[in-house]
């Protein structure tokens, strides 16, 4: 079963630009959630999606947003750069099932360089 | 105040030894999860081990193995017979409001990075 699939592994951009993340989570997976990780502020929660719908958010500004496909890949979109956004980019999915010990599965990251 | 501690920034370990990564965590929710995930240089984090907080005993996998002490809100994480590929940055996380079904997100710790020397 391949696992979660986070493209591009790399990218660079200059302030003010704006990028697209992709995720395309477990086969069989609804949930997708990503998080940030820097060496200042550590990972931090963004979003999930759910069935096309955010289910939750984190404490990030308007310019961080994604959305979920019918097919469950998810894409999240930084818009008007900053140095601060600066980050490994992990997404993790799930099943999203109610049980307390389900695990997220994660990428590898993108790691995101902003000039 | 940070919901998950883990004061260790950086652990040494001879290899076949076993090592203890510390975690405390801070909550007011009775129902929780706690989880430890490995994050070696490839940046994918790898999840090791699970402590719901009604199991009555000490989770184990393989040589993972989990220090649960409730009164205590600690979550300590033991490696036994460490290997040279556990060598990777190791995170604490928690799961609050399982109850409820509806916070799904995991609170991270800042990590502590595992270096086992030969």
């Known amino acids: 079963k391949a696992g979660v699939t986070q493209t591009p592994r790399y990218l660079i951009k200059t302030r003010g630009q704006q990028v697209t993340l992709s995720c395309s989570p477990i086969?069989?997976?609804?949930?997708v959630s990503w998080y940030q990780q820097t060496p200042g502020q550590g990972l931090q929660f963004l979003f999930e999606y759910f069935s096309e719908t955010q289910r939750n958010k984190g404490n990030f500004p308007g310019r961080f947003s994604g959305r979920q496909f019918s097919n469950s890949r998810s894409e999240m979109n930084v818009s008007t750069l900053e140095l601060g956004d600066s980050a490994l980019y992990l997404c993790a999915s799930s099943y999203r099932t109610r049980e307390a010990n389900e695990k997220l599965f994660f990428g590898s990251g993108t790691q995101l360089s902003v000039l | 105040a940070q919901k998950i501690t883990q004061t260790q920034p950086g652990m040494f370990v001879q290899e076949k030894e076993a090592v203890t990564l510390d975690c405390t965590y801070d909550?007011?929710?009775?129902?929780?999860?706690l989880f430890w995930y490995k994050q070696p240089s490839s940046g994918e984090m790898i999840f090791l081990i699970y402590q719901g907080s009604y199991d009555q005993q000490n989770a184990t996998e393989g040589r993972y193995s989990l220090n649960f002490q409730k009164a205590r809100k600690s979550a300590n994480l033991v490696i036994s017979a460490s290997q040279l590929g556990d060598s990777a940055m190791y995170f604490c996380?928690?799961?609050?409001?399982?109850?409820?079904?509806?916070?799904?997100?995991?609170?991270f710790g800042s990590g502590t990075q595992l270096t086992v020397l030969p």
């Open positions: 996380a928690m799961r609050e409001g399982i109850s409820s079904g509806s916070a799904r997100q995991l609170t």
């Open positions: 909550t007011s929710d009775p129902s929780y999860g």
């Open positions: 086969s069989g997976h609804r949930s």
